[in-house]
């Protein structure tokens, strides 16, 4: 899963797999029989279509906005603090910028520590800023953003043809059964699994295909759920205001929002790290939220900016930034053990257990072996904060100081 | 006199005095656009026109990402169609756009903000949200 909480994504999964095993399995073969052989291979291509876009929407990155380093946070702090007047009041954390005509208020997230981007949003579930945040679907366990909300969209729509496909088809498969005055109990008795099927799919086509004819709405007029729960452009404020970022008119709407440009995942930058799909997962699947997305951030960050410093230190430095790599096992993901800081976070813990004012004094003074280690992290900037709730900071970052150590070793 | 520093050089001999932070410009909506305003600390280093020209290339560079063309619409149907796998072995137009991207920001790291002492950090690396300008302590004064 991408999310921390993975909904009820097993619960969806489970419903339309044993749906249509069902419809394959008691329907078909009658259908097939007394009208055509196309409702298996209709049927066939409209499920494979829904399981696909539904792990799509579920394990894409939605468009997550990786938190501000620490340099980044304190320019924007003194720039906050500048514009601030000098009451005792806190600073505005707000900024205010005009898109096509509309004023825009730009919220401070204390979290991320950054300007939100127009239209982005704090998910509290995933504990992330979403791009273009449309809503936390728990259905599919994951935030629909920028950057999946056309899986999202062409899941919900394909689900409901899926539905409304399998329905017909149950419902002319009992009628023909219960011709010739035979009665719907004996058509039931005969194919009891299309009762199931028609129990599920009478209760849920309604709510998908309301779902659909909402979303294509949005879609048409270029609006999230959010905003349109919120009536941000609706005018309700009495204000004249409108949607800035609508074209006005529907079919470029349309075509901006599902068929424009796929915008790459901000999460998963490497590096000169081999390129690894499992990367995927990476992206938010946390337990530790803040600490473990902020380590994942810098290794990213680490990645490159270690190519840069690496390039005057022996070869053997350019393959240290593996120490990131167990992040993007998925495995290690998983493992909700202390462990799980990998060797990053976890040499930086041993940095941080002595203080953060050592840190200078541990890349002159620390053996060659951990030399390679300390420098990457040297770079105060990233310098992970331990949060408060992390249970590592005390006793046991002995024993993580001698994991980061050993592997350091193995480079 | 002119000394011209490699990036190696400079991790060797210069210390990080300053980091200057372009952020971005949303005065056009949610398209990636940087702001192009000439930063004060950055005015004994570098040539005005110089720096406001590299930024205003990156700015046109993701406009040609980010762009609704035919090319795009064509990507996006056929994705589509396909159920979207057809990403896994395509890139798509963005990613190319990235890749030309961070070859121009090496070029213009190369060329023109190392020997003054300056990096610039592609924006991919900060997750779209600024351009970091590092300023590097200007050691060849005082040696």
Known sequence: MVARQSGVLPLTLGLILITSGLFFIFDCPFLVKHLTSC???????????????????????????????????????????????????????????????????????????????????????????????DHHCPWVGNCVGKRNYRFFYTFIVSL???????????????????????????????????????????????SILGLSGFHTYLVASNLTTNEDIKGSWSGKSGEDVTNPYSQRNIFVNCCSVLCGPMPPSLIDRRGFLPADESVQTAGADIEL????????????????????????????????????????????????????????????????????ASTPRHTKTRSKKNKRAALQMANPSFDVPVSPSSPDAGPSSKARGHKGDSFSHLQ | MVETHSLQDMRQQAAVAAKVFLQRDYSNGTVCQFQSKFPSELETRIDKQQFEETMQTLNNLYAEAEKLGSQSYIEGCLACLTAYTVFLCMETHYEKVLKKIAKYIQEQNDKIYAPRGLLLTDPIERGLRVIEVTIFEDRSLTR
């Open chain 1, 160 to 206: 409901s043809f899926h539905t409304a496909f399998i329905f017909g088809c149950v419902t002319t498969h009992l009628s023909l059964r219960a011709q010739g005055g035979k009665g719907l109990v004996f058509a039931l008795q005969e194919s009891p699994g299309s009762a199931v099927e028609l129990v599920i799919c009478f209760f849920s086509v309604w």
């Open chain 1, 39 to 133: 409702i298996p291979v209709i049927g066939g291509f409209l499920f494979v279509f829904v399981v696909i876009t539904l792990l799509q929407t579920s394990f894409t990155d939605p468009g997550i906005l990786p938190r501000a380093t620490p340099d980044e946070a304190e320019d924007i702090e003194k720039q906050i603090d500048n514009t601030g007047n000098t009451s005792y009041r806190p600073p505005p954390r707000t900024k205010e910028v005009v898109i096509n005509q509309q004023v825009v208020k730009l919220k401070y997230c204390f979290t991320c520590k950054m300007f939100r981007p127009p239209r982005t949003s704090h998910c509290s579930l995933c504990d992330n800023c979403v791009e273009r945040f």
């Open chain 1, 289 to 356: 939220p803040d600490l473990a997305n902020k380590s994942e951030i810098n290794v990213c960050t680490q990645g490159t900016k270690g190519l840069l410093e690496s390039a005057t230190l022996p070869p053997l430095l350019s393959t240290s930034c593996p120490q990131g790599k167990p992040l993007t096992d998925p495995t290690v993901n998983f493992d909700p053990s202390p462990e799980i800081s990998t060797s990053c976070s976890g040499a930086r813990h041993v940095h941080h257990s002595r203080g953060r």
